[in-house]
């Protein structure tokens, strides 16, 4: 099969079209014949040798896949309600930039009706990402204000129209004008250009100095002091990225005096198990609001796959909206 490889750790044009033996599904897992592959900002960090590859894992980069189950463990699939031919949409831990691409069961879920297998592919990782750490780990709430830092990346666009859907308020960064309107468009109540305004003045008008009850933080580093001015009393800061640096200094009283909760994770390294019990939550609780529209696929640009060098690129740049798509002929 075609794979996308990563020839050695750099720039985007490290990223090369080789050939691969195809994968064989083991035991709870089903082979999957792909014909798009979701672009992430955690293959980025893969390529240029941030990201170690966790053990067992495949070391062609890509975390999530849509196309046609192609054969598996029937006995798995059975109990999962899936079967040879099915489409479907999966959360792999790696090598997911290829023609084929195995699959635990559990981390697959059913292409949601009227999408097609591009939208498909943008799913899972900002899916099961926002879920596990905005409604899980957070216990964000309808009629609770969740704070999004990066509204347009792909977990910006998937966490706004997600948490509107589900009762709660909105406010969302970004870093022009335009991707504030992109936010807004969205559903978000209200968009901050970081760049123009200071988000945590701005927070505090529009919630009437009260904060928010949650945020969600890509950057880390000298925002998390930031956000914890802009939590609410028993606030619930959730960090899933460090785009801004791995050590913060913050007022530790604040912390105490508004009862805040400040947690993390990531879900890469975390069991089958895990991953599958948030499948199985996305598949009652979101993906019926897929299907029926009120949450929608957010792609900025489909690239050939023999194009992943340009598509890292783009999403270096920060330039896009949403996700960006591999396909495969």
Not at 169 to 180: E, M, Q, W
Not at 204 to 233: F, H, K, P, S, W
Request: hydrophobic share 50%; net charge negative.
């Amino acid at each position: 099969m075609q794979a996308v490889e990563i020839s050695s750790f750099g720039a985007p044009e490290v990223l090369r079209l080789g050939e691969r033996a195809m994968p064989v599904a083991a035991e709870g897992e089903v082979l999957i014949r792909v014909s798009a592959s979701g672009v992430n900002r955690p293959d980025v960090l893969q390529r240029t040798g941030n990201y170690p590859v966790p053990p067992g894992a495949s070391d062609i980069p890509g975390l999530e896949v849509a196309g046609v189950v192609a054969s598996g463990d029937e006995a798995a699939m059975a109990a999962a309600g899936l079967k040879v031919g099915d489409r479907v949409c999966a959360l792999v831990a790696g090598g997911g930039y290829a023609q084929w691409c195995v699959a635990p069961v559990g981390q697959c879920l059913p292409v949601p009706e009227g999408l097609d297998d591009i939208a498909a592919a943008s799913l899972p990782e900002t899916f099961f990402t926002v879920w596990s750490n905005v409604f899980d780990r957070a216990r964000l709430q309808a009629g609770e204000t969740l704070l999004i830092q990066g509204g347009t990346s792909g977990i910006g666009v998937t966490a706004i129209q997600m948490a509107k859907a589900l009762g709660a308020s909105v406010i969302a960064t970004a870093g022009s004008d335009d991707k504030c309107a992109a936010c807004l468009a969205l559903g978000a109540d209200h968009a901050i250009n970081y760049k123009t305004q200071d988000f945590v003045a701005t927070v505090a008008d529009l919630t009437g100095g009260q904060g928010v009850n949650v945020v969600l933080d890509m950057v880390a580093g000298a925002y998390v002091a930031r956000e914890i001015d802009c939590l609410a009393e028993d606030g619930r800061l959730v960090i899933i990225a460090v785009q801004g640096g791995v050590k913060a200094e913050f007022n530790a009283g604040l912390v105490l005096r508004k009862r805040l909760t400040i947690t993390g994770s990531t879900l890469r390294p975390r069991p089958i198990a895990f991953k599958a019990a948030i499948a199985q939550a996305l598949r009652e609780r979101v993906w019926p609001l897929l299907a029926q529209g009120h949450i929608k696929p957010v792609v900025h640009q489909v690239f050939p796959a023999s194009e992943a060098a340009a598509a890292h690129a783009l999403m270096e740049s920060n330039r896009h909206i949403g996700k960006l798509v591999l396909t495969w002929a």
